[in-house]
């Protein structure tokens, strides 16, 4: 059982930055592969960006790609989702999720359904 919590949304201005973290209960943080989601006001949850057990390899949506950068800290149970340069249609709640695999980072990491657990969610809005 995995137990994740967000961290970190607020308000912030067009082309400014925000930095979530997701903190990771258990002692089996390195066995999952993790992910960020977001859903927007009115529309379905979508993939953010997802990174390897290790960090070694990292996927994103083509919406984000660029400007956000997912990366993790084993030692700490932490998942980070370093947020840039951002506009109003990133205003959404974002979710962290875990997936348990050992594998290299594919489409499929994009897919809701491959993940085992997930966190409540943090509101990210971005002003214009």
């Known amino acids: 059982q995995v137990q994740l919590v967000e961290s970190g949304g607020g308000l912030v201005q067009a082309g400014g930055s925000l930095r979530l973290s997701c903190a990771a209960s258990?002692?089996?943080?390195?066995?999952?592969?993790m992910g960020w989601f977001r859903q927007c006001p009115g529309k379905e949850r979508e993939f953010v960006a997802a990174i390897s057990w290790s960090g070694g390899s990292t996927y994103y949506a083509n919406s984000v790609k660029g400007r956000f950068t997912i990366s993790r800290d084993n030692a700490k149970n932490t998942l980070y989702l370093q947020m840039n340069n951002l506009n109003p249609e990133d205003t959404a709640v974002y979710y962290c999720?875990?997936?348990?695999?050992?594998?290299?980072?594919?489409?499929?990491?994009?897919?809701?359904?491959?993940?085992?657990?997930w966190g409540q969610g943090t509101q990210v809005t971005v002003s214009s």
């Open positions: 999720a875990a997936r348990k695999a050992r594998t290299y980072i594919s489409a499929s990491y994009a897919l809701e359904g491959q993940y085992d657990y």
């Open positions: 258990g002692r089996t943080f390195s066995s999952y592969a």
